[in-house]
């Protein structure tokens, strides 16, 4: 079975915000997965709607029908430490969080187990 893989790197957004959207096209068949994330009013939505373009070129010959978001992981990345002033001279630490996201596509087994029935 093929498998077509991408990976985004230290995007600037908190895994847990871009975890939300991931949830939602995890198991999905492409199509449904570009759709969906088309129309999710979350900033994470467009940057992973790019990176399920760029695994669906890198699956080359596979019929974009028969595919499905297999696994899509959302890791955290490097966090950058600044300060914020407070009063009296004090600081406060700002952790600006940054994300790894991984998405892996594969054959549905429904659409294999179709073709193999038919023939």
């Given at each position: 079975?093929?498998?077509?893989k991408?990976?985004?790197?230290?995007?600037?957004?908190?895994?847990?915000?871009?975890r939300?959207?991931?949830?939602?096209?995890?198991?999905?068949?492409?199509?449904?997965?570009?759709?969906?994330?088309?129309?999710?009013?979350?900033?994470?939505?467009?940057?992973?709607?790019?990176?399920l373009?760029?695994?669906?070129?890198?699956?080359?010959?596979?019929?974009?029908?028969?595919?499905?978001?297999?696994?899509?992981k959302?890791?955290?990345?490097?966090?950058?430490?600044?300060?914020?002033?407070?009063?009296?001279?004090?600081?406060?630490?700002?952790?600006?969080?940054?994300?790894?996201?991984?998405i892996?596509?594969?054959?549905?087994?429904?659409?294999?187990?179709?073709?193999?029935?038919?023939?």
């Open positions: 079975m093929n498998e077509a991408a990976v985004l790197k230290n995007y600037r957004q908190s895994p847990r915000k871009v939300l959207v991931a949830d939602i096209v995890r198991g999905k068949n492409i199509a449904e997965a570009l759709t969906m994330l088309s129309f999710i009013p979350k900033r994470s939505a467009l940057p992973l709607q790019k990176l373009a760029s695994a669906l070129a890198n699956a080359g010959s596979v019929p974009k029908e028969n595919l499905i978001v297999k696994e899509i959302v890791d955290s990345g490097p966090t950058l430490f600044r300060r914020r002033p407070r009063s009296r001279g004090s600081s406060n630490p700002i952790k600006k969080r940054t994300s790894h996201v991984s892996v596509l594969g054959e549905s087994k429904a659409k294999n187990k179709q073709l193999t029935a038919k023939s």
